[in-house]
């Protein structure tokens, strides 16, 4: 079973892949330092799950494009 996100990581995760498209990737650590330096979160918990989430979301959007 997967876990289930809040609305806000998903909203964060999101303007990053769209703002900074070039930038993202589907490595978590590339991921990582990139939403330590975008973004002023507070945790590590924090970053690591908008960092987790963006590598899925990612993932997803290149299988998508591939499937078109």
Known sequence: MGSI???????VAVE??????DLVSDDFQANKELVDRITD?????MRNRIAGY????Y???????AQT
């Open 54 to 57: 963006i590598t899925r979301y």
């Open 16 to 21: 990053i892949v769209k703002k900074h498209q």
């Open 59 to 65: 993932k997803y959007m290149k299988r998508k494009q």
């Open 41 to 45: 979160v507070s945790t590590k918990k």
């Open 5 to 11: 996100r809040p609305t806000y990581i998903k909203r």
